[in-house]
């Protein structure tokens, strides 16, 4: 099976602070992924990444960042956290293809910015 | 960009067939569509995926038309741990911003 693990299930930080995101993957998936999801807006695409060191801006990038050194993991980063990045953020991966759309999801951290 | 809408709630009795519908009108030709399924606290779970006509697994059936403007997931004979957000997702990897997810539709199961 495909596993998808986030470095946290909960996480609380303070305004200002800086947060560090990590997803790992073991299938050796080409794409990964950020999402954050929040109540009544469904998940929105944070930024994505479909190769070492390659990156691509999202729905929502401001406020975020990403790095992609190595093929399984994909971090996310909180350069000064803020209230309103408040949030469930999901990871996932997929394989390379056009049209190769199904995406595994990791278990999702629950961050909460105070 | 294909954007999706969903109905945001559905109501169904154990044992019923759900058929949950999807519009993306401006769906591009590459496209591929896209059902996960979503519970409480865990990350959304691939149901089915399709580009035209019809497909089925042992989980769902997904029915689209020939324009492609929109889909239908079918569920046979819902139990209550069916019970979940049913999201509907149109795009192609590799394209910025092509990664849309619908609102999601909460599909209640009741005994």
């Known amino acids: 099976d495909v596993k998808v693990t986030q470095s946290s299930r909960y996480l609380v930080k303070r305004t200002g602070e800086k947060v560090f995101l990590e997803c790992v993957q073991d299938m050796d998936h080409e794409n990964m992924f950020w999402y954050r999801q929040d109540p009544g807006l469904g998940l929105r695409l944070i930024y994505f990444s479909y190769d070492v060191k390659m990156k691509e801006k999202g729905d929502i990038p401001e406020g975020y960042s990403v790095s992609r050194e190595k093929k399984e993991r994909f971090s996310l980063i909180l350069e000064s956290a803020s209230t309103n990045q408040t949030s469930m953020y999901l990871c996932a991966s997929s394989p390379a293809g056009r049209g190769d759309y199904e995406q595994y999801f990791g278990p999702g951290t629950r961050l909460t910015v105070t | 960009l294909a954007k999706t809408t969903q109905p945001i709630s559905m109501d169904s009795y154990e044992g019923q067939e759900v058929n949950i519908t999807c519009s993306h009108n401006n769906i591009a030709t590459n496209d591929y569509i896209t059902w996960y399924q979503q519970f409480p606290s865990q990350g959304p779970r691939f149901i089915i995926q399709?580009?035209?006509t019809k497909v089925t697994n042992e989980v769902a059936s997904l029915f689209i038309p020939a324009d492609r403007k929109s889909s239908t997931l079918s569920l046979p004979r819902v139990s209550l741990s069916d019970t979940a957000v049913y999201y509907c997702?149109?795009?192609?990897?590799?394209?910025?911003?092509?990664?849309?997810f619908g609102t999601g539709t909460l599909l209640a199961v009741q005994p």
């Open positions: 399709g580009y035209k």
């Open positions: 997702l149109v795009g192609l990897v590799g394209a910025t911003n092509k990664l849309i």
